[in-house]
């Protein structure tokens, strides 16, 4: 990688770490609020009964 996108990947992620941090939600990571956002968009499915 390019050291300005090295740089710009860096910003982003301090940013939304500092977002995180300021915001009242209990998860405190950016790995905790994608595995949640993770899981309301793909809910786990019953499985079926076969027969």
């Given at each position: 990688?390019?050291?300005?996108?090295?740089?710009?990947v860096s910003v982003?992620?301090?940013?939304?770490?500092?977002?995180?941090?300021?915001?009242?939600?209990?998860?405190?990571?950016?790995?905790?609020?994608?595995?949640?956002?993770?899981?309301?968009?793909f809910p786990k499915?019953?499985k079926r009964n076969?027969?």
């Amino acid at each position: 990688m390019e050291p300005t996108t090295v740089a710009m990947v860096s910003v982003v992620i301090a940013a939304a770490s500092e977002i995180i941090a300021l915001s009242p939600l209990r998860s405190n990571s950016v790995l905790q609020i994608a595995m949640q956002m993770l899981k309301k968009a793909f809910p786990k499915q019953k499985k079926r009964n076969r027969k």
